[in-house]
């Protein structure tokens, strides 16, 4: 856990460094490619086949690819910054990083390299003291995330992932296709208290599983049971979540988000 906390803490706190050292003060102030062409770095665009992003370095000069047809600003920013990362941290690890999806929202236990680019792109694209005075007293929900994601120009996913990262209260973010959970993310809290197994199939108790099941096309905030979601049941001081879903139909994803009530 030590490590996990000094390379999370390292890659952010980096990524921090940089607005204070180009004095930005806002999203708006932030531009990728300027930042990375002052850092030695040319951002493109064109064909990538099976990656979204690569980062190629000869000494002090790099060049980021990026997929020309990423269906979303905020994806394509992330993968920008997340190259980035691989350039302000991993000099000495290697001249060549091919970043897929998956790289995209890798945990630390399957590779720390991409996870520590994820940590300083989320930092990056979402410094927390920003991050923490546009959500203040803002609930988990599709509407705040929402509201986030477009002041910061990043994809829902990454926001709600941040604001998760920055919770002290038990919440998380659950990534679901073909009715089955493909990867979840909780605060320190939710991870404490409660547990999901991903790769199983969804409750059809639960609102992602009921939307898969073709039940419902449309969704808001629900109560659901705690046991439907967590193995490990029931928590002391509640008995349900409150879920709520964004369908993403062009991914053939359904993404939850859950908190207690």
């Avoid at 991409?114 to 203040?136: D, I, R, W």
């Avoid at 973010?173 to 199939?201: K, P």
């Avoid at 029931?234 to 409150?242: K, L, P, Q, R, Y």
Wanted: charged fraction near 25%; hydrophobic fraction near 40%.
């Amino acid at each position: 856990m030590a490590s996990l906390e000094f390379s999370k803490t390292m890659a952010v706190g980096e990524a921090e460094r940089l607005w204070r050292l180009y004095g930005f003060s806002s999203p708006r102030d932030l531009s990728l490619e300027d930042l990375a062409f002052v850092r030695g770095v040319l951002v493109t665009e064109g064909d990538l086949d099976k990656m979204e992003a690569r980062l190629i370095r000869q000494g002090k000069r790099g060049l980021i690819r990026v997929k020309a047809d990423l269906p979303e600003l905020g994806r394509k920013r992330f993968a920008i910054g997340h190259e980035l990362g691989h350039w302000e941290l991993h000099a000495s690890i290697s001249q060549l990083f091919a970043c897929t999806d998956d790289d995209m929202v890798a945990s630390y236990k399957k590779s720390v390299h991409e996870a520590e680019a994820n940590y300083f792109a989320s930092g990056l694209l979402m410094p927390g003291s920003l991050f923490s005075a546009q959500s203040t007293g803002a609930p988990f929900s599709v509407k705040t995330i929402s509201e986030l994601a477009s002041y910061f120009s990043t994809s829902f996913t990454a926001t709600a992932i941040r604001y998760v990262d920055l919770n002290s209260e038990a919440c998380a973010v659950v990534a679901s296709s073909a009715n089955t959970i493909r990867w979840w993310h909780g605060s320190r809290d939710f991870e404490d208290r409660f547990w999901l197994d991903a790769r199983t199939q969804l409750s059809p108790n639960t609102v992602a599983g009921s939307i898969f099941n073709g039940e419902r096309c449309t969704t808001g905030p629900e109560t659901v049971d705690i046991a439907e979601w967590s193995e490990r049941g029931a928590d002391e001081g509640s008995s349900t979540f409150i879920e709520d879903c964004l369908i993403m139909d062009r991914y053939g994803q359904v993404l939850s988000l859950l908190r207690l009530p």
